[in-house]
């Protein structure tokens, strides 16, 4: 989920043999054949951005071990594709696989995404609902359907309004759990909560952090407004674990939240972010420093079904600066701790969005 080959990132060290594939592996290390094969079997799981990248690899792990699959992503073609690779990959029957476009930046296609699903899945359990979809430091501001910009509206308020209309699915089934995926670069913001919100508009402070940046007009900073999306993912987990457990619905009986990064890992994503040369710099970065898009799926794979995987943690690579490597728990920065900011994210974006969240009101079936 990272670019870092611009200026305004940290530099890489140059990665090696060791860091390609190694770091942070140890004899008890997570990895695909750490989940029994048919231990996912009757298990339904929905991944946004499935079409490529650490998505689809993750799907092809989930398929493996016997789990229903539900992929999305805007496009249908790349989605049919990304479907007929893991039922060649899996041996996965049809069945198995479905796909749907979902628009994360549009609040009416996830509504209506939302709407499909309940009317074609109806009372069938929701296991795990993978948050993956993502852009990166566009160079220039863009403006979603509802006013917002572009990357805030895709990494955080599309996949906050996805997850209400999804939990009264996953509170239905024991265990459920949501996998926010967030990225190393939630440290960069210099914002004192990380998000924004406390330096904007006192008025409607979220409103100016998601529809301009958070900066005056001519301003726009790709990477910090990267940066404090995925800070906002790591903030929603804190607060909807906070609310599961008031609501005595988290747990085994219940939900679980967790995030998960797949550190630098080679996938198109860096190809959105003009800072990265485009698809042709995007390709040597990869090559150059990336581990594969497998190698970072891991940490999505571990979040959504490892027992080992506990509400609000943050796992991703456990090799230098948690770029490469096998999975763990990771230590994320301070501020993702922040009661406060989590529960105003919450709030606005609750407002911004018109999610309804009286699932967590209703008590739980007997």
């Given at each position: 989920?990272l ?7 940290p530099p890489?060290p ?8 190694n ?7 997570f990895s ?11 298990k339904?799981i929905v ?5 490529s990248?650490?998505?689809?690899e ?11 699959v539900l992929l999305t ?12 690779e893991?039922r060649k990959?899996t041996g996965?029957a ?12 549009s609040?009416?296609?996830v509504?209506e995404f ?7 899945h109806g009372?069938k ?9 993502g ?23 599309g996949h906050?309004?996805?997850t209400?209309r999804?939990l009264p ?8 759990r ?7 670069a939630?440290q ?7 998000t ?11 409103r100016?952090a ?5 900066f005056?007009a ?11 999306t995925k800070?906002?993912?790591l903030?929603?987990?804190l607060e909807?674990?906070?609310r ?5 619905r988290?747990?085994?009986a219940?939900?679980?939240a ?11 994503l860096?190809?959105t972010?003009?800072?990265m040369?485009?698809?042709?710099g995007?390709?040597?970065g990869?090559a ?18 490892s027992?080992d995987?506990?509400?609000g943690q943050y ?15 990771n230590?994320?920065d ?7 900011a989590?529960?105003k ?5 609750t ?6 969240w009286?699932a ?7």
């Amino acid at each position: 989920m990272l670019g870092e080959c611009s200026k305004a990132a940290p530099p890489l060290p140059r990665k090696t043999s060791r860091t390609r594939a190694n770091m942070g592996a140890s004899s008890s290390h997570f990895s695909a054949a750490s989940v029994p094969d048919g231990s996912l079997a009757g298990k339904r799981i929905v991944i946004t951005g499935g079409s490529s990248g650490i998505g689809l690899e993750a799907a092809k792990v989930f398929a493996a071990k016997g789990a229903k699959v539900l992929l999305t992503s805007r496009s249908q073609p790349r989605l049919d594709a990304a479907a007929e690779e893991v039922r060649k990959a899996t041996g996965a029957a049809d069945d198995r696989v479905e796909t749907r476009p979902l628009d994360l930046s549009s609040f009416r296609s996830v509504n209506e995404f939302a709407d499909w699903y309940v009317e074609t899945h109806g009372e069938k359990p929701l296991h795990v609902l993978l948050n993956n979809a993502g852009v990166m430091a566009f160079p220039d501001r863009r403006e979603s359907a509802d006013g917002f910009e572009m990357q805030m509206a895709t990494n955080h308020l599309g996949h906050f309004l996805l997850t209400a209309r999804m939990l009264p699915s996953l509170l239905r089934t024991a265990g459920s759990r949501v996998v926010n995926v967030s990225s190393m670069a939630h440290q960069w913001p210099a914002d004192a909560d990380g998000t924004g919100i406390s330096d904007a508009d006192a008025k409607d402070p979220f409103r100016v952090a998601a529809a301009s940046g958070g900066f005056a007009a001519g301003q726009y900073e790709p990477w910090k407004q990267y940066a404090r999306t995925k800070m906002a993912n790591l903030h929603f987990t804190l607060e909807l674990n906070r609310r599961l457990e008031a609501a005595g619905r988290a747990g085994a009986a219940g939900v679980t939240a967790i995030s998960a990064h797949p550190g630098y890992s080679a996938t198109g994503l860096q190809a959105t972010s003009g800072s990265m040369g485009g698809s042709v710099g995007a390709a040597i970065g990869n090559a150059l420093f990336a581990q594969s898009a497998a190698m970072g799926a891991l940490p999505l794979v571990m979040a959504s079904v490892s027992p080992d995987a506990a509400a609000g943690q943050y796992i991703g690579p456990s090799g230098t600066n948690n770029m490469w490597g096998y999975p763990s728990a990771n230590t994320p920065d301070p501020r993702a701790f922040r009661a406060d900011a989590a529960e105003k994210l919450w709030d606005a974006s609750t407002a911004l969005t018109g999610a309804d969240w009286s699932a967590l009101d209703a008590p739980p079936r007997s």
